[in-house]
């Protein structure tokens, strides 16, 4: 299984603080670093709570745009 990257998860978010710029809705949890790379240290394990977003794809081409 390939690294789960925390900018494709749904429950990735950056936040407004300096020190702490990356967080986690699923864990609860802000760090330094990516939550991908603390959950990893912290357990040894994959993020098991990684769901990739989905996609808007519902753009119709009608007509000429400008």
Known sequence: MEKNNCNKCLHFYVTYKRDFPYGCRAFGMISKNYPYSEIK????TNCALFSSKEKNVKIKLKGRIA
Not at 41 to 44: A, E, F, L, R
């Open 41 to 44: 240290k912290v357990s040894g």
